[in-house]
């Protein structure tokens, strides 16, 4: 087997290790699993790490296990929570569980016949016939409150200035440390990973899988670091909220520009963590980055492979032309290609101004269009001079005083682009 724990480390990937476990790797075809809280009905780029994860154990050569908590999702996971989670119906967790699952299919072929083929498991289809009386004795006997009272998740919730933790989220780890002991029973499940702030949760499910079997059996645990941006705030969130992996909460666009907007020391962690590209690669990356930097050459490329992996090729096509319209370097087909929301997230912010079909349908002369319509330009005068200059566009294209605005020019049937020199621009809604 290939050394998948040196590659995790030289990609910052590796934050606590159990001992044991990169020998487990190297030995053997390992089935790990990691487990997705459906506390949304998507995933957002926080996620994209444990899912990169997957990946990686699948192409070496190990056998990954995604678990969406269909019955941990039915308590809350205390660990990084100062407050008790609301707990969700059931309506909303079976939605919520679909929606996960659709995710990840995205990312692992559940339906491979390879021998290390993924594996999709939810922890409610062992846990609900469950008892409570069982479980207190099968499960409960094992761990003392002691153990579990040592545990950071808890101990911070106690001694903090929040109204402590519900009996409920106390046996969350337990919960979780039966899934361990479960799909090691069913699946020869050796090894758990996760965030850095699981490796409680994680530990307590090894110490089951030990207890609860009588030959000596073997477990193990592995945590990355919770990814964070180099001024020190949360990663995953931009002005608009969290970065989805779902285009029906982000668009291709907003999500192709957060990573192109990245600090260049969070573009050279990030190139490493979110994408395969190898070793050699990166590096030579980094150097020609750090030459020329105003290019912003690891961005794009960060931008550009994360992108097509969380999406596709062809999406990433769209974001990169939407994002070339800010600087000119597309035409009026490109422009008219565009959906409604990335072409109103494109324009977020230029002024706007309504005009009614009717208008549009007898026709405008340009002059009108650009004062007494929309206010762009202060008088008819100024939009004379504009024109003469050659400096007005509509859509791209660059117009004359002889220019009608008609509804052969509107965007999806409702917009028209207007621009002055080459970053004025100013949006007609057509209502």
Same mark, same amino acid.
């Given at each position: 087997?290939?050394?998948?724990?040196?590659?995790?480390?030289?990609?910052?990937?590796?934050?606590?290790?159990?001992?044991?476990?990169?020998?487990?790797?190297?030995?053997?075809?390992? $089935? +790990?699993?990691?487990?997705? /809280? &459906?506390?949304?009905? #998507?995933?957002?780029?926080?996620? @994209?790490?444990?899912?990169? =994860?997957?990946?990686?154990?699948?192409?070496?050569?190990?056998?990954?296990?995604?678990?969406?908590?269909? $019955? +941990?999702?039915?308590?809350? /996971? &205390?660990?990084?929570? #100062?407050?008790?989670?609301?707990? @969700?119906?059931?309506?909303? =967790?079976?939605?919520?569980?679909?929606?996960?699952?659709?995710?990840?299919?995205?990312?692992?072929?559940?339906?491979?016949?390879?021998?290390?083929? &993924?594996?999709?498991?939810?922890?409610?289809?062992?846990?609900?016939?469950?008892?409570?009386?069982?479980?207190?004795?099968?499960?409960?006997?094992?761990?003392?409150?002691?153990?579990?009272?040592?545990?950071?998740?808890?101990?911070?919730?106690?001694?903090?200035?929040?109204?402590?933790?519900?009996?409920?989220?106390?046996?969350?780890?337990?919960?979780?440390?039966?899934?361990?002991?479960?799909?090691?029973?069913?699946?020869?499940?050796?090894?758990?990973?996760?965030?850095?702030?699981?490796?409680?949760?994680?530990?307590?499910?090894?110490?089951?899988?030990?207890?609860?079997?009588?030959?000596?059996?073997?477990?193990?645990?592995?945590?990355?670091?919770?990814?964070?941006?180099?001024?020190?705030?949360?990663?995953?969130?931009?002005?608009?909220?969290?970065?989805?992996?779902?285009?029906?909460?982000?668009?291709?666009?907003?999500?192709?520009?957060?990573?192109?907007?990245?600090?260049?020391?969070?573009?050279?962690?990030?190139?490493?963590?979110?994408?395969?590209?190898?070793?050699?690669?990166?590096?030579?990356?980094?150097?020609?980055?750090?030459?020329?930097?105003?290019?912003?050459?690891?961005?794009?490329?960060?931008?550009?492979?994360?992108?097509?992996?969380?999406?596709?090729?062809?999406?990433?096509?769209?974001?990169?032309?939407?994002?070339?319209?800010?600087?000119?370097?597309?035409?009026?087909?490109?422009?008219?290609?565009?959906?409604?929301?990335?072409?109103?997230?494109?324009?977020?912010?230029?002024?706007?101004?309504?005009?009614?079909?009717?208008?549009?349908?007898?026709?405008?002369?340009?002059?009108?269009?650009?004062?007494?319509?929309?206010?762009?330009?202060?008088?008819?005068?100024?939009?004379?001079?504009?024109?003469?200059?050659?400096?007005?566009?509509?859509?791209?294209?660059?117009?004359?005083?002889?220019?009608?605005?008609?509804?052969?020019?509107?965007?999806?049937?409702?917009?028209?682009?207007?621009?002055?020199?080459?970053?004025?621009?100013?949006?007609?809604?057509?209502?």
């Amino acid at each position: 087997m290939k050394n998948i724990i040196a590659e995790l480390q030289w990609r910052g990937l590796v934050h606590d290790i159990m001992p044991g476990t990169e020998e487990q790797l190297l030995k053997e075809m390992t $089935a +790990t699993y990691i487990g997705f /809280d &459906p506390t949304s009905d #998507s995933l957002h780029i926080g996620s @994209l790490v444990p899912i990169i =994860l997957l990946v990686h154990l699948g192409h070496f050569g190990h056998k990954p296990i995604a678990l969406v908590g269909g $019955a +941990t999702g039915m308590i809350g /996971d &205390p660990s990084g929570k #100062s407050d008790e989670r609301n707990l @969700l119906d059931e309506a909303t =967790l079976n939605h919520n569980v679909a929606g996960i699952k659709k995710v990840l299919s995205r990312f692992l072929d559940f339906n491979s016949t390879e021998k290390n083929a &993924p594996i999709l498991v939810n922890n409610y289809d062992w846990m609900k016939t469950f008892t409570f009386i069982d479980f207190a004795r099968e499960v409960g006997k094992r761990i003392t409150v002691n153990y579990m009272m040592a545990k950071d998740s808890v101990k911070k919730r106690l001694t903090g200035d929040g109204e402590g933790m519900s009996f409920t989220e106390f046996t969350y780890q337990l919960i979780q440390g039966y899934d361990f002991y479960h799909l090691h029973k069913h699946y020869n499940c050796l090894l758990q990973m996760g965030g850095s702030d699981q490796w409680g949760n994680i530990t307590t499910g090894t110490e089951l899988v030990r207890r609860m079997n009588h030959d000596g059996a073997k477990a193990y645990a592995m945590t990355c670091p919770l990814i964070t941006k180099a001024d020190g705030s949360k990663f995953g969130k931009s002005e608009g909220g969290n970065i989805w992996l779902d285009a029906d909460k982000t668009s291709v666009y907003k999500f192709y520009q957060f990573w192109l907007n990245t600090t260049d020391v969070d573009a050279e962690k990030y190139i490493k963590i979110f994408t395969f590209l190898d070793e050699t690669l990166i590096d030579s990356l980094i150097k020609e980055h750090q030459v020329v930097p105003h290019l912003r050459i690891l961005q794009r490329k960060l931008a550009e492979v994360v992108t097509a992996f969380v999406h596709s090729k062809e999406d990433l096509e769209k974001a990169i032309e939407a994002s070339n319209i800010l600087f000119g370097n597309t035409s009026a087909d490109g422009l008219k290609q565009l959906d409604e929301t990335t072409f109103l997230e494109v324009f977020e912010g230029v002024s706007q101004a309504e005009v009614s079909l009717n208008d549009i349908e007898k026709g405008i002369d340009i002059v009108t269009v650009l004062n007494e319509k929309t206010g762009f330009m202060k008088s008819n005068g100024e939009a004379r001079r504009a024109l003469t200059a050659n400096s007005i566009s509509v859509n791209k294209e660059k117009v004359t005083e002889e220019f009608i605005l008609s509804a052969k020019d509107l965007i999806n049937n409702q917009f028209v682009l207007l621009q002055s020199g080459k970053k004025n621009y100013f949006v007609i809604r057509v209502v």
